[in-house]
């Protein structure tokens, strides 16, 4: 079993890899800290790799009944973490509800972080029609949820991870997990204003694969934070590199 620490009130297992600067990765939806492993293998002799489970995901724990959380709960629990394990002040990268943890950690805990790189951040409000493109995805979820379960609406959501079975695997292996953090999404009260009040290195990424809302909202907030980087079709593992110096 991986080592785990209390975080805001449950226990969040995690995996460090290498030494020096401590770097946090933060899974997005449907997933778990395995999706780390290629930056992993990558980065593990130039720094000080940690990859968690966010709660309810792999080998961490979750309240019972797990039915909501909050990017700010998500955000508690990886500044318990940070604490913990005294890996601060540290670059940390998030992936979609991953991203806003980390952007929620600068907002509100500005000396646990020295630099963010943030993947396909959902900052829908930023974008204009984005409830209507949100509103045919929940529709598709529940179609799915009615035809096959939670399962099933899980893997509409993913996509199928390309064909990626160790993806789709850890993708339907959390439901519950899911479905909190889908909920979960809009929970973030941030305004513009307050996102250019943000004062940290901080890169946007996208994939080549990215949607056009992903897209839309990664600009939006690229051009908002002051001097931040936008960069597109560029590996984790290479965006964190950069960042690393």
Same mark, same amino acid.
């Given at each position: 079993? $991986?080592?785990?620490?209390?975080? !805001? ?10 030494? /020096? ?12 800290? /395995? ?10 002799? %130039?720094?000080?790799?940690? #990859?968690?489970d966010r709660r309810g995901y792999g080998a961490s724990g979750a309240p019972d009944p797990y039915e909501r959380t909050t990017v ?12 913990? &394990? +005294? ?24 000396? &646990?972080? =020295? !630099? ?8 829908? $409000?930023?974008? *204009?029609? *984005? ?6 995805? =929940?529709? =598709? ?18 996509? /199928? ?13 959390? $439901?519950?997990?899911?479905? !909190? ?5 809009? %929970?973030?009260?941030? +305004? ?8 940290? $290195? ?7 694969? %990215? %949607?056009? &809302? ?5 600009? #939006? ?9 936008? #960069?597109h079709g560029r590996s984790p593992a290479e965006a964190l590199a950069e960042r690393l110096g």
């Amino acid at each position: 079993m $991986p080592p785990t620490v209390e975080a !805001a009130g449950v226990r969040l297992a995690y995996g460090e890899r290498g030494e /020096g600067q401590p770097v946090l990765l933060v899974h997005g939806m449907a997933d778990d800290a /395995g999706c780390w492993d290629d930056v992993l293998d990558a980065l593990g002799a %130039s720094a000080r790799l940690i #990859a968690y489970d966010r709660r309810g995901y792999g080998a961490s724990g979750a309240p019972d009944p797990y039915e909501r959380t909050t990017v700010q709960e998500q955000a508690e629990d990886a500044a318990a973490l940070l604490h913990a &394990l +005294s890996a601060t002040p540290a670059l940390v990268c998030g992936r979609d509800l991953g991203a806003l943890v980390c952007l929620d950690l600068i907002r509100r805990h500005r000396g &646990l972080v =020295r !630099a963010a790189v943030v993947i396909e951040p959902p900052l829908y $409000p930023l974008v *204009a029609g *984005a409830n209507e493109a949100l509103a045919g995805e =929940r529709l =598709r979820l529940e179609e799915a949820l009615r035809r096959g379960g939670a399962a099933a609406a899980v893997r509409e959501f993913v996509g /199928g991870a390309g064909g990626d079975e160790r993806r789709l695997a850890r993708a339907v292996a959390a $439901p519950a997990a899911f479905f !909190a953090d889908y909920g979960g999404l809009a %929970s973030w009260p941030v +305004s513009r204003r307050e996102l250019r009040r943000l004062e940290v $290195p901080l890169t946007v990424l996208t994939a080549a694969d %990215s %949607s056009a &809302l992903a897209l839309q909202a990664a600009d #939006a907030l690229a051009e908002l934070v002051p001097g931040a980087r936008r #960069a597109h079709g560029r590996s984790p593992a290479e965006a964190l590199a950069e960042r690393l110096g």
